[in-house]
């Protein structure tokens, strides 16, 4: 069942995403070549409890931690621990946030130093599909659409699209529907409506789309071994259009980015 949600409501939403939004800049500034997920980890469950709010994560269906922390291979739901990273690794944190009542729930890859040509654009092309899913996510459009484009961007640059894990409706539950595959075809699925809200969140693979999962029953990885990126968004549809509840300027400010990507989906 999908939960349509009044404008004070997505109101509340924001709220809970800015808190990840955040948290994600506060760890921008920690990433580099030393640092442990698990200080990462302490670092953003320290955070989030000073603004208000609680992990999402910590103990959701028995996870163990505040964050998903997935480097390199390591596609999503990694498990912090000890281990530093290095120089040229990639790392991707997903992160949730559970305030008023209601979830946030966005990720961003992140590159910890100096990382190769090929891997920066496979992080670039994978956010750049985030946005072409965004765009397609409007009243009277359908979920196939969204995954129809983040599909074709990222398979015409011969990178894997993900099959076995999905976006998803996000509120008052961590998860919700719609299911949001970042594959499909155009016109099928449940339509758009205004008030819907979903977390549009592409896991792209620079190999094939095949994936694999460690014992720990947490952690998957892609079958090949080769690297793989995930960014992640809230997004809400207000008036038929996209609008943002998670932003990453936070990020950008702590590395010193400039980018105007967000703007045609500020939220007012």
Not at 15 to 26: D, I, K
Not at 88 to 95: E, T
Not at 161 to 178: A, C, F, Q, S, Y
Not at 211 to 238: C, M, Y
Request: glycine fraction near 10%; hydrophobic fraction near 35%.
């Amino acid at each position: 069942m999908i939960y349509i949600k009044t404008l004070e409501e997505i109101e509340i939403m924001r709220e809970s995403a800015q808190v990840v939004s955040r948290t994600l800049g506060v760890l921008a500034k920690e990433i580099k070549p030393g640092i442990t997920t698990l200080q990462l980890d302490k670092i953003a469950e320290e955070y989030i409890r000073s603004q208000g709010a609680v992990p999402g994560f910590l103990g959701l269906y028995g996870f163990p931690n505040t964050l998903c922390v997935s480097p390199n291979a390591q596609v999503v739901h990694g498990i912090p621990n000890n281990i530093p990273l290095q120089e040229g690794d990639i790392v991707s944190i997903d992160c949730g946030a559970l305030k008023n009542g209601f979830y946030g729930d966005h990720a961003y890859t992140f590159a910890v130093g100096e990382i190769s040509d090929e891997v920066k654009k496979l992080l670039q092309v994978t956010k750049e599909s985030l946005y072409v899913g965004i765009r397609e996510f409007k009243t009277g459009n359908r979920v196939g659409d969204v995954g129809f484009a983040i599909q074709n961007h990222c398979e015409r640059h011969g990178y894997g699209i993900v099959r076995e894990l999905v976006g998803h409706g996000v509120g008052k539950k961590m998860h919700e529907d719609p299911e949001m595959p970042n594959y499909g075809k155009r016109g099928n699925g449940k339509r758009f409506r205004d008030g819907m809200v979903v977390a549009i969140e592409p896991m792209v693979n620079m190999g094939t789309h095949k994936v694999k999962q460690l014992r720990d029953k947490w952690t998957i990885l892609t079958a090949d071994g080769q690297p793989s990126a995930h960014f992640e968004h809230n997004v809400a549809i207000v008036n038929g259009k996209p609008k943002l509840l998670s932003t990453f300027k936070y990020i950008y400010e702590a590395l010193g980015i400039e980018s105007d990507e967000e703007k045609e989906f500020e939220f007012s």
